[in-house]
Nanobody
């Protein structure tokens, strides 16, 4: 079965950086659009970033655009989220997800296109 395991979360001061990783297994990784979502306490899960199968196309939520970079290494079945200039409002559990297939990044901001999710990694940004 598909497994997605996130790592790299932690406690960081505002203005700092974190690099999240998501190791995938049980799927032909290069055949799937991948995404990152987050959920803050008391809020619904929201889209953060997505990347197409080859890594040539990406899309970001306005809230992280310019501060975050999604990338992937298909040889290592891993997707990354580099987050810079972190703000307290970035505090959330961050989830990695694999889409139902090759989904264009223009529409891959919708959670319903993803059918496999990791367990999440906590990111806490202190002010």
């Amino acid at each position: 079965q598909v497994q997605l395991v996130e790592s790299g979360g932690g406690l960081v001061q505002a203005g700092g950086s974190l690099r999240l990783s998501c190791a995938a297994s049980g799927l032909t990784f290069s055949g799937y659009t991948m995404g990152w979502f987050r959920q803050a306490p008391g809020k619904e899960r929201e889209f953060v970033a997505t990347i197409n199968w080859s890594g040539s196309r990406t899309s970001y939520a306005d809230s992280v655009k310019g501060r975050s970079t999604i990338s992937r290494d298909n040889a290592k079945n891993t997707v990354f989220l580099q987050m810079n200039s972190l703000k307290p409002e970035d505090t959330a559990v961050y989830y990695c997800a694999s889409a139902i297939g090759i989904v264009p990044v223009q529409v891959a901001q919708v959670a319903s296109y993803y059918n496999n999710w990791g367990q999440g990694t906590q990111v806490t940004v202190s002010s």
